[in-house]
């Protein structure tokens, strides 16, 4: 069951982005699956949560790993987000946090953070992967006057909580340093986050899980799942692979009825990013925009954008739920005029590129990575919410040793991340609840 389009699931289509035109081809032979196959774990997606765990699986515990990908390797999200390897994957504040799971929690939730993101990196760095890595820490910006009271507030419960180090930045700052946009008010800058390239990141990676055994089926779209006698077969169009044990780790892009325990627990959300030529010194000089720290604003319908190699400017934001063609189009239109009005000295450089894609979102507003209530040796990893380059590739490696049973659930990862989350209230309206919310999101933003 899909709650979208059917544009935005066709796995046949190479997404038309910067990414893609980009990035080296894989450079390893995978082909759909045909015929019968057995492994001991069956990982439904091939994105960085499907392939870190299968490759964890396979080094560190010897287990027989296959990979099913609807698409190419990094069709979906892993291939096509805007690169912040960051902190987040929760929508709840870490005020909500602390007095759902306590402040022992979630300062571990807040390490886990920081070291998801330093997980990518010595990852990239240890196996050679050349993922255009840019960017000190990242930057968000005031979106108001108002705004700058957040920010501030912010800076003081991060310290006193979490004994993080993050520098308050005016607005006169902002543009002595390179970080000028008509839009900021003020901005704080953290330690933590760097930019990469989405798609050499999870071309690296897959190459280096093949090389390490893995089995990876691309093309290959999981189309029936039964079980049996403590054994699951999943088939595909022209084949099917049976196993003990089956990853859930297809995110956005989850056919909910495969399996049903997770229909109606998850919420893709639209996101839409575009690219730019590259733009000259003296015109980023104009603007007093030259810094390439990933940054993004206060608004609760916000934008992200960073400067790439190359000097290209990358712009996303959310919103919109019609993922038809002409739906996605109209999003585009909105986010250049955005970006216009943010950049209004660079309100002539044209887009050279445009794409979106599903987020995935829960009802708890928190990410999950265990076991599946209800069904033998199947686990899920999901529900990063627009923030799941760290925080999948780190949390599938730690689920991973849960799953071939070296390490205990609770001791791998921070509470709020180990409970399936609960089915939304009358899911079949999860896209008219997203519109509503987006009317009220916007209103807010206006006045806030």
């Known amino acids: 069951m899909r709650l979208y389009h059917p544009a935005a699931f066709d796995f046949t289509t190479t997404v038309p982005s910067y990414w893609e035109a980009s990035a080296e081809p894989l ?14 774990v069956a990982v439904i997606g091939g994105g960085y949560a499907g392939l870190h765990a299968a490759l964890q699986l396979t080094l560190a515990h010897g287990l027989k790993v296959c ?97 993080a180090h ?89 056919d909910e009825t495969l399996p049903q325990a997770v229909g109606g627990r998850l ?54 739920t019609d993922a038809s063609p002409e739906g996605m189009q109209a999003i585009q239109h909105t986010l250049r005029a955005d970006f216009d ?4 000295r660079l309100a002539h450089v044209e887009t050279e590129y445009s794409w979106g894609g599903l987020v995935c979102m829960t009802s708890t507003r928190l990410p999950f990575a265990g076991p599946i209530d209800g069904m033998d040796n199947v686990f899920g990893a999901f529900g990063w919410h627009g923030n799941g380059v760290a925080m999948a590739s780190y949390a599938a490696n730690r689920l991973a040793d849960v799953m071939a049973g070296s390490v205990r659930h609770e001791d791998a990862l921070p509470a709020m991340m180990r409970s399936l989350p609960g089915r939304f209230v009358l899911p079949f309206l999860r896209v008219p609840y997203l519109k509503l919310a987006y009317l009220g999101y916007g209103a807010a933003d206006r006045w806030r």
Not at 27 to 33: K, M, W
Not at 102 to 128: H, K, P, Y
Not at 212 to 218: C, D, I, P, Q
Not at 283 to 302: C, F, I, S, V
């Open 67 to 163: 990979v099913l990908e609807a698409g190419d390797i990094g069709w979906g999200a892993s291939g096509r987000n805007g690169g912040f390897c960051c902190p987040g994957s929760t929508k709840l504040s870490y005020g909500q946090l602390i007095k759902r799971f306590g402040i022992e929690e979630t300062r571990r939730f807040f390490d886990a953070q920081r070291a998801a993101v330093d997980f990518v990196g010595e990852f990239l760095a240890v196996n050679g992967i050349d993922a255009d890595r840019t960017g000190d820490g990242e930057l968000q910006l005031a979106h108001s006057e108002a705004a700058i009271r957040e920010l501030k507030d912010e800076q003081v419960f991060l310290r006193d909580t979490f004994g």
């Open 341 to 344: 009005r943010f950049f209004p």
């Open 267 to 320: 919420l893709p959300a639209l996101t839409r990013i575009i690219v730019t030529r590259p733009i000259s010194d003296n015109e980023l000089k104009a603007q007093g925009w030259t810094r390439t720290d990933p940054t993004y604003d206060t608004l609760n319908l916000l934008h992200y954008f960073r400067l790439l190699p190359g000097n290209r400017f990358m712009f996303g934001g959310r919103g919109g």
């Open 166 to 254: 993050s520098t308050f930045l005016t607005r006169e700052e902002l543009a002595e340093r390179g970080n000028d946009s008509e839009t900021s008010h003020a901005g704080l800058q953290s330690d933590i986050t760097f930019g990469l390239h989405p798609l050499k990141y999870v071309r690296g990676l897959a190459r280096v899980a093949i090389d390490a055994g893995v089995t990876v089926f691309s093309n290959s779209e999981v189309m029936d799942w039964s079980s049996d006698a403590g054994q699951h077969t999943l088939r595909t169009k022209h084949g099917q692979v049976t196993a003990k044990t089956v990853l859930v780790a297809s995110n956005g892009y989850t």
């Open 27 to 40: 450079g390893r032979t995978t082909q759909a699956l045909e015929g019968a196959y057995t492994a001991d």
